[in-house]
């Protein structure tokens, strides 16, 4: 009988391992990105050391390297590039790395209702929305409050990403559910002030 | 389909262009092309069939464009995995003859056969296969075949489909930038930020690569599928055109023949620029001369919009990839087109950086598949490519939005998981519409493919749960499977593609392909057997004045009439079963002849005479 733990082509224990530590076949991956890429749930990651990482794992894993395979491994390998390949991009980018650890500590992420304004920046977006009407009807006299808007949203994101660095310290030391709700909130903050940054650098660039 | 790698290094690398092709393998020094019969290493990439339905390909083939123009297909790459829609433009450009019936796969018509885009390229690929097997003196069942980095899901399938069709297994799919990225083994000098920059006869690929260790980690690729040398030639041809219909007062335009000369013409007079500041289009047609100058500086002014619309597609590679140009440490150039001094300056000047030049950019893109084919066989052990998707994938939602699954620039292996569920009680099955591109409407992006999840178990509305999983594999080719979540069983999935062949159209292709290929083979015996039969009869009526010939009896000297009368009637007939047949009879009838002929031979040497 093969268990969950045993190797599908030789039938002994792998202890978990990616490769069967007695006959070497690739086993089939983890999904969770953190153990594939063998690193702590941590939101804070070294970029080179996850390069590094990833450099690695892809020379085992690679489809180019299964050719010879028998075709069962040949899927499993397919199955694990992709999955690898799709952590990486996901973990190398700090904001989507914790989109995903939130997701997988089961806070509902997909929906954010990024069209509720934060209610600290309620006055500041109703002013700037007057300004981009104006704009859009042809009035090139709001240009400077809109580049002045443009500069505040961008030192508000700043902010952010500032309190998020500060926030993933605090999760990394010790793993609070309390601290993901705060990150949820910063991350949301976040994303409206990237899409109203948006909208305002659609009004500014030239027309074409 | 379990792989035979018992016969090592007879994986080739192809390089299937616009213009020319290539095949390649790795020895123990490295990669190596392999030349043609001929001793060409390019393949001219044209098809020429001849009245008695005999193909032609390559060099002899490009001749045939000048003479049977009406025969003969060029430059079939720009219609891979395009519809007619996608091909309004080059239709008037190139003297492609599309038959009736052609939407959603176009059907080329050649003499009194229509051809797809991918049986075309399927005979380039059959004559690369015979080059190498007749090379190695062994059969080479596998290939790496390139494409150009651009290339959507549709235009690589057709890819892999000519490859079957020709009887290859192709173990991958290769963008062509990073093939040459391969070839270069820029690799060994360090580790950096390398762009290529691939101008070929028909498209145009940028790609940016982090090189570190062996890894050549592609950051991003853009280009253009439809920009190549083939436009100057145009442009040129264009210009060339108008000069003579106002010099001679004829409109040479719809005269295929003449149309082709000038073109071989302007061509000529392109590459000649490459080397001297000035050069002629020349043409003699007819009795009819047309001869213009044409200097550098001209040239230059001429092709400087074409160049240009290279460079907005490497900028945005540049920004896509994450990267500061002066972080680029090398530029590598790839193809036939940057020879051309302006497009040399230009992409130094956009990059400022020297780009290399060391390699031949024809033979570049090949000599790297075979290494990629080294890497597959486990030959080359320390290098590995991490390739991208050049173009978003996304599903049609409410309202033709397109909804995102996949980025462009993801690294392959890529793969994104939807839920689906029905939208009305009892509801069996659901359409999934996939697109490529980076728009947001559908009709905007490119339709990939629909995907039909059938037999679904009748329950109310919004029950059903159908796990989709989208994974473009590491040839950059989309395969979709579907799990129902309540059973965890797969779920069958129902593919139409928008564009190109379904796979039971590809087997037929296959089973004609190979059908075709033993009458081309029998085509080539017919031709063999009457040049044999020649020699025979050239050398009995030889014989008829020898004096052999008249030690014969009557009956004997009958015999060989009937051979000989019996062999002229069979001649013309294409079957060499009959030839080969009558050429014995004739042997047979002649053996007397050749005794005596024999022994009067000796005897005159015995005697010291000539004879």
């Known amino acids: ?208 | 389909m379990e792989i035979d790698f018992s016969l090592p290094g007879h994986i080739v690398g192809i390089d299937l262009g616009t213009t020319n092709s290539l095949v390649a393998f790795m020895d123990l020094t490295g990669p190596r092309i392999v030349p043609g019969a001929d001793g060409d290493k390019l393949v001219p990439s044209v098809v020429s069939v001849e009245p008695n339905g005999e193909v032609v390909v390559g060099n002899p083939a490009r001749e045939l464009l000048l003479t049977q123009p009406e025969r003969t297909v060029y430059s079939v790459k720009r219609l891979m995995g395009r519809g007619l829609a996608d091909v309004q433009e080059e239709l008037k450009l190139f003297p492609f003859r599309i038959a009736p019936g052609s939407e959603s796969v176009i059907h080329l018509q050649l003499n009194d056969h229509t051809y797809t885009p991918p049986e075309i390229s399927a005979l380039v690929l059959r004559q690369l296969k015979q080059n190498a097997e007749a090379y190695f003196g062994a059969p080479v069942p596998q290939a790496v075949i390139t494409v150009p980095a651009y290339f959507n899901d549709a235009q690589r399938q057709a890819t892999k489909d000519a490859g079957r069709i020709a009887g290859l297994e192709v173990l991958r799919l290769v963008n062509e930038p990073t093939a040459a990225s391969l070839a270069y083994g820029l690799d060994k000098r360090k580790n950096g930020i390398v762009a290529v920059y691939d101008l070929g006869g028909g498209t145009f690929d940028i790609s940016i690569l982090k090189l570190q260790d062996g890894i050549f980690e592609v950051l991003a690729t853009n280009g253009d599928t439809h920009l190549g040398g083939d436009d100057i030639d145009n442009l040129l041809l264009r210009i060339a055109l108008e000069d003579i219909a106002s010099e001679w007062k004829q409109d040479l335009s719809g005269d295929n023949e003449g149309v082709q000369r000038l073109r071989r013409a302007v061509i000529h007079a392109k590459e000649q620029l490459s080397f001297v500041p000035v050069t002629k289009i020349e043409l003699e047609y007819r009795g009819k001369k047309y001869q213009r100058e044409i200097n550098r500086e001209l040239f230059d002014k001429l092709i400087t919009p074409i160049v240009d619309r290279t460079l907005g597609p490497c900028r945005n590679c540049i920004q896509d990839a994450g990267v500061r140009i002066d972080q680029i440490d090398e530029v590598v150039m790839v193809g036939g087109s940057t020879r051309i001094p302006l497009v040399l300056s230009a992409v130094e000047n956009l990059f400022r950086v020297k780009p290399h030049t060391e390699l031949n950019p024809d033979e570049v893109v090949a000599l790297g598949a075979a290494v990629q084919a080294g890497i597959l066989s486990g030959q080359v052990e320390d290098k590995l490519l991490l390739d991208v998707t050049p173009l978003s994938l996304g599903i049609e939602t409410m309202g033709g939005v397109v909804s995102k699954l996949i980025h462009r620039n993801s690294t392959i292996p890529a793969s994104a998981t939807e839920t689906f569920t029905t939208g009305v009680e009892g509801q069996r099955n659901v359409l999934i519409h996939v697109v490529q591109g980076e728009r947001e409407l559908v009709k905007d992006c490119r339709s990939l493919a629909r995907f039909d999840l059938k037999d679904i178990d009748p329950m109310p509305a919004g029950m059903a749960r159908i796990e989709v999983r989208f994974l473009i594999d590491a040839n950059g080719i989309l395969n979709v499977t579907a799990r129902d979540q309540r059973t965890g069983k797969e779920h069958s999935v129902d593919v139409k593609p928008s564009y190109g062949l379904t796979d039971e159209q590809v087997e037929k292709m296959i089973q004609e392909s190979i059908e075709k290929a033993e009458l081309d083979f029998a085509a080539r015996q017919v031709r063999e057997f009457r040049v044999e039969a020649d020699t025979i009869l050239t050398a009995v009526e030889k014989a008829r004045r020898h004096d052999a010939y008249f030690e014969l009896t009557d009956a004997e000297r009958a015999a060989i009439d009937k051979a000989v009368n019996e062999l002229l009637l069979v001649y013309h007939a294409d079957d060499h079963h009959l030839i080969a047949q009558k050429i014995e009879q004739l042997n047979q009838a002649t053996t007397k002849l050749a005794e005596n002929m024999m022994n009067t031979a000796v005897r005159g040497a015995l005697k010291g005479t000539k004879i």
Request: a negative charge.
């Open chain 1, 1 to 208: 009988m093969s268990g969950a733990n045993n190797c599908w082509q030789c039938q002994q224990s792998t202890g978990g391992q990616l490769f069967c530590p007695a006959c070497q076949s690739l086993q089939p991956p983890p999904t969770d990105y953190y153990p594939l890429l063998g690193l702590e749930r941590k939101l804070n990651l070294d970029p080179s050391q996850l390069q590094k990482r990833f450099y690695e794992l892809s020379r085992l894993l690679h489809p180019d390297r299964f050719m010879r395979k028998p075709e069962r491994e040949r899927q499993y390998s397919l199955d694990a590039s992709s999955i690898l390949n799709d952590a990486y991009r996901t973990l190398k980018d700090p904001v989507k790395r914790a989109q995903y650890l939130l997701g997988q500590e089961g806070f509902d992420i997909g929906e954010q209702r990024s069209k509720d304004v934060p209610p600290e920046l309620l006055e500041e977006v109703f002013e700037l929305n007057m300004a981009l009407e104006e704009m859009r009807g042809g009035d090139d006299s709001v240009r400077p409050q809109l580049e002045q808007a443009e500069k505040n949203f961008s030192n508000m994101l700043a902010d952010v990403d500032r309190q998020l660095e500060s926030l993933f310290g605090q999760y990394d030391a010790s793993a609070a559910r309390d601290t993901l709700a705060q990150i949820r909130g910063v991350l949301n903050r976040r994303k409206y002030i990237l899409n109203l940054l948006g909208e305002v650098a659609k009004e500014l660039a030239p027309s074409v």
